[in-house]
């Protein structure tokens, strides 16, 4: 019997029994479905951590300086942390050697923030506002435009004028219903003008990026930022290439260690931390994830296995006389061994589909109804299909030598 016989032959069979079908597809097609959500689920939420998320934090070839890492969700002990805690925080006093320093193409802007209560001319109701205190290039470093009114000027930042960009759901909670541009809002008994509005920057898991201000950092704000009105939080260094971030790095290094009078063999004080340091706790524990979405599936697929290969023997006990005659007409065992294997493979490919077909639709449903991201990666796919023929196979090796190893006269007598 050829291949695509063979193949057709376990087709026909799925159309007329489609019950007993069904019920033999079941268990890979829920392994499959499993395994393609998973893998979305973790693919879609390491994008939104890579390009929304920390791309939103820490911009395209930029690092930070700060005293301690902002985004540290690696392993860190006791003594790491105790570590972190002693750091001198980063002084006003630290930035001017830093930014002497670096090459004529690279941008810079220093920042501060913080939660902080504000009222509105309109509204005496107080709002919870994250408030960053900036200085430099702020709005060219992170390619932050306004829809209306204009961002802060770079005479205005120098000045430390009263005034401030706001975030769209800041402008909604402060001036619900008016137009926000040239009217005033109050933080620590000191008023601020309103001179425009942030484009919006979206949202990761649900949770709005536009609840924001942006006013100078030598305003009278950054008292309300920390406990020291020197404390700088962060100086974020933006580079035109990759290979120029990292030569840049090291000579904020060696800047900051001569700052700090540092000695040869002192660790560093402070912390140099790009979007890859940040992910780099992300991207191996995804490994696990991704190994886990496919481990754990593989209980409906030991289970999906045990079906077909059941099925496979009563089909093998129901057409013991269609392979006498076949053996009869000179079938060798080699013929009906993968003629049983291919009708397996067929069955376990078929319901392996029909599970990428759901795992696709529970994955976009998912992301529809929760704030978890899904992003569907094409490998799955392949492995899905992959895993679903492999199941087929070898839950049809036992079946297929059982019925190559039929005696055609015995099999002959069988009604």
């Given amino acids: 019997m050829h291949f695509f016989e ?35 689920i973790v693919e879609g939420m390491g994008k939104y951590l890579e390009e929304d998320l920390i791309g939103k934090l820490i911009g395209v070839n930029t690092f930070e ?21 002693k750091r001198p925080r980063l002084d006003i006093t630290d930035v001017p050697p830093v930014v002497r320093d670096l090459p004529a193409d690279v941008k810079w802007y220093l920042s501060s923030e913080d939660q902080v209560s504000a009222t509105s001319s309109v509204s005496s109701k107080p709002r919870q506002v994250r408030v960053l205190a900036v200085d430099g290039q702020y709005f060219e ?8 009114g204009r961002a802060l000027s770079e005479q205005e930042l120098a000045r430390g004028e009263k005034a401030v960009v706001l975030g769209l759901d800041a402008a909604e909670r402060l ?22 509005i942030a484009e919006s920057q979206g949202k990761v898991f649900g949770m709005s990026f536009d609840n924001f201000l942006v006013a100078s950092w030598r305003s009278p704000i950054r008292r309300l930022l920390n406990s020291r009105p020197n404390i700088v939080d962060a100086v974020a260094i933006q580079s035109p290439s990759d290979v120029a971030m990292k030569e840049t790095m090291e000579l904020v290094r060696a800047t900051m260690r001569g700052v700090h009078q540092l000695r040869p063999g002192q660790k560093d004080d402070f912390s140099l931390q790009t979007a890859d340091s940040a992910l780099e706790f992300w991207n191996k524990i995804k490994r ?28 093998v006990s129901e057409r013991t006389r269609e392979i006498g005659i076949r053996k009869a007409l000179g079938a060798r065992r080699r013929d009906i061994m993968a003629q049983f294997l291919i009708e397996a493979s067929t069955l376990g490919t078929v319901g392996s ?3 990428v077909g759901l795992g696709i639709g529970l994955a976009e449903l998912l992301a529809a109804l929760t704030p978890l991201p899904a992003s ?8 899905g299909i992959a895993l679903g023929a492999g199941v087929g196979i070898v839950s049809g090796v036992y079946p297929a030598s ?3 190893r039929l005696d055609p006269i015995d099999a002959l007598r069988q009604e």
């Fill in 376 to 383: 569907v990666a094409p490998w799955s796919i392949v492995v």
């Fill in 175 to 196: 001036f619900p219903g008016l137009d926000p541009l040239g009217r005033d809002i109050r933080m620590g008994g000191v008023t601020y003008k309103v001179v425009g």
């Fill in 288 to 315: 696990y994830l991704v190994l886990a979405g496919i481990a754990l599936p593989a209980i409906g697929l030991v289970v999906g296995a045990i079906v077909i290969m059941n099925i496979m023997l009563v089909a």
């Fill in 402 to 404: 059982r019925a190559s």
């Fill in 353 to 355: 589909a029909i599970g």
């Fill in 6 to 40: 063979a193949v057709r032959l376990a087709l026909t069979t799925i159309r007329v029994q489609k019950l007993k079908s069904a019920f033999t597809l079941l268990g890979v097609c829920i392994g499959v479905m499993f395994l393609i959500s998973v893998v979305s």
């Fill in 65 to 85: 300086l700060r005293s301690r890492p902002n985004i540290n969700i690696g392993d860190v002990d006791e003594a790491q942390w105790e570590e972190l805690r």
């Fill in 141 to 148: 470093v992170k390619k932050l435009g306004v829809t209306a």
